[in-house]
């Protein structure tokens, strides 16, 4: 029997630490720790398919908590059915003993852990789309104030149709072109293109 464990963050600028403490002080192997930095809105996630590709019936997996397996109601429920009925793993969510598939192997057992494991992945899924609707509100709000997303738009020079004009009849090339414009040769272009069409 190997035991595993996954950890999930949903982003590059999160901190695993805490799971990562959790899966040491259960004596996993750092190399049988399998580490996500995206979100869990599906399980298409490079680290979790190779998890997926070690376990072996008998083995043991350890995750934190429910959500850091994933937070798609449907998808969680079929991972699950996946892991704990055709591979024949044992799970264990830390947060949640109930859900230690090893130990409540009889029928009420069972019964228990999948009324537990719809909650949580409901639950899961709940946070989900709360954090998505607050992300959307949030940045509406900051639209409403004025504040702009992404690259600010480079304007053209008071000079831009003179340095076009020096390019055009070849006394510079686009690159030169671009440097007097104070741009990258891809923004010229599309500069250009918006001069000209005016």
């Keep these: 029997m190997n035991i ?8 590059i600028d999160q901190n695993e630490a805490r799971q990562l403490l959790e899966m040491e002080g259960l004596g996993i192997k750092p190399e049988n720790v399998f580490i996500d930095k995206q979100s869990g809105k599906d399980f298409n996630r490079p680290e979790y398919i190779r998890l997926m ?3 072996q019936k008998g083995d043991l997996l350890y995750v934190k908590a ?3 397996l994933g937070r798609n109601y449907k998808e969680i429920q079929d991972q699950w059915r996946i892991i704990t009925k055709e591979m024949e793993v044992d799970v264990v969510v830390i ?37 998505k609707k607050r992300q959307e509100e949030g940045i509406k709000a900051a639209k409403l104030r004025g504040v702009v997303f992404g690259r600010p738009v480079k304007v053209p020079p008071d000079d831009f149709a003179h340095i076009v004009g020096r390019w055009e009849s070849g006394h ?11 741009m990258s040769i891809a923004t010229f272009y599309r500069r250009l293109r918006e001069f000209r069409g005016k």
């Design 4 to 11: 595993y464990g996954y950890v999930r963050v949903s982003a």
């Design 53 to 55: 590709g070690q376990l």
């Design 66 to 68: 429910i959500d850091r």
């Design 95 to 131: 947060d949640m003993p109930l859900l230690y598939t090893r130990v409540y192997k009889d029928l009420m057992g069972t019964f228990i852990a999948d009324l537990v494991l719809q909650v949580l992945s409901f639950v899961a899924q709940n946070e989900r789309e709360n954090i």
């Design 172 to 182: 510079i090339s686009a690159q030169d072109a671009a440097r007097l414009s104070d």
